[in-house]
């Protein structure tokens, strides 16, 4: 990179996080080539288009010229281990060269390598059916396992079945935060953000030290269905993150499905009105999203897992006959040891072990009024 794109690089970084600066007022910064001279007059930039407010901050900002250290200074942030990448940057990521706005400052935090692989989507509500959990947990396993890299938003519910699940296999997962990289949100969560860091990638576009609003959420979703290639709805109302995150993939020309589910269920009703109304493919198992997209499966198979087995089909082999017919109990609706006992037959002592070892082996889990779901 040479000194003039470094400048203009590091102006671009430290103009962006100056408060009540936005993608139109740093575009036309980067169009105008302020980095060029220190003195420009407020005449001139409010000829540029620049609003009073923000003619005013960009006078200081530009007489100071502390960006010209500061910004330079973190192209690598020693601080946390946090990339950060503007388009003049070969880490960024292609596929949102792509979009109308793609974002000006991307913080990254992890398996950069990752921003370069195919991906896909996959949202949901915040509180799962089983049914919601399951098809999100396995779908994102056989998604990861084929390659794929699944993205999501690391919230409750669905996102975070989605980001446990796909981080067992080659394709791994990115987490998207409405927060700042170096904050977990929500702080529930705060496990998941650190594995997440380790072994898969936090992206943000939002700069350290910004407090949370809405509006960071729904710059969330423009993120993940940015970086996908297809957008996986699995279980959302009819008015959710979900369907807003479906909304930017559609106009964005990218590929979105839907998981099918219960008509009476209103977990489903967002998924189902997508379906319904020609907005999205049904989905109900992950080979058809490789029919449906033959591309993919050539790109995805650089990175699928090996002839030797991956963790996932390890761990599915090593389930007892008996196990197995406990999960798919579960899969259905979460159930008591009574109730799995009437339907299984299994000893009492002997189904209490098995329910013990599935939930070690986190197939399962234990609630609230000793009630057992599937994960």
């Given amino acids: 990179m040479d000194n ?27 169009r105008h080539q302020l980095w060029r001279k220190p003195d420009w007059s407020r005449a001139e930039l409010l000829g540029m288009g620049l609003t009073p407010e923000q003619a ?113 296999g080659p394709g791994s997962t990115i987490a998207v935060l409405p927060t700042p990289i170096d904050t977990c949100y929500p702080a529930e969560n705060a496990s998941l953000f650190q594995r997440i860091a380790e072994r898969g990638l936090l992206v943000s576009e939002t700069p350290v030290g910004t407090k949370l609003h809405p509006g960071q959420f729904h710059q969330r979703n423009r993120i993940i269905a940015a970086l996908s290639r297809a957008t996986i709805v699995v279980e959302g109302a009819r008015k959710s993150g979900s369907l807003i995150t479906a909304k930017h993939a559609l106009q964005m020309d990218r590929e979105v499905f839907a998981v099918p589910g219960q008509i ?13 109304e020609g907005r999205a493919r049904l989905l109900s198992e992950t080979s058809q999203l490789f029919q ?61 072990a098995l329910l013990l070892n599935l939930c070690i082996k986190r197939k399962i889990e234990l609630q609230p009024g000793s009630i057992y779901i599937a994960l």
């Avoid at 102006?11 to 910064?29: D, L, R």
């Avoid at 009476?264 to 319904?276: A, F, H, M």
């Avoid at 017919?325 to 002997?350: K, T």
């Fill in 292 to 352: 449906e997209l033959p591309w993919l499966t050539g790109q995805a198979g650089l990175f699928a897992g090996g002839a030797g087995g991956s963790p996932i089909n390890s761990e599915a082999e090593s389930l007892e006959p008996e196990e197995r017919r406990l999960i798919a109990f579960l899969q259905d609706q979460p159930l008591s040891i009574n109730e799995l006992h009437e339907l299984s037959a299994i000893p009492f002592g002997h189904l209490n």
């Fill in 56 to 168: 005013e901050k960009t006078e200081r900002f530009l007489r100071n010229g502390a960006w010209k250290d500061t910004a330079s200074s973190r192209r690598d942030d020693d601080r946390a281990d946090v990339a950060v990448l503007t388009p003049f940057d070969d880490a960024y990521p292609s596929i949102l060269r792509e979009i109308a706005q793609p974002p000006w400052v991307l913080y990254a935090k992890g398996r950069l390598e990752l921003l370069a692989r195919p991906a896909v989507a996959m949202v949901g509500t915040r509180v799962p059916t089983a049914y919601g959990r399951h098809t999100a947990s396995a779908m994102a396993e056989e998604l990861s396992e084929a390659g794929i890299t699944v993205v999501s938003g690391l919230a409750r519910g669905i996102d975070s079945k989605a980001h446990e699940a796909a981080m067992q």
């Fill in 264 to 276: 009476t269920s209103p977990k489903s009703d967002g998924p189902n009105e997508l379906i319904r």
């Fill in 4 to 30: 003039e794109l470094m400048l203009c690089r590091s102006m671009i970084i430290a103009y962006y996080e100056q408060p009540g600066i936005g993608w139109h007022a740093v575009e036309k910064a980067v």
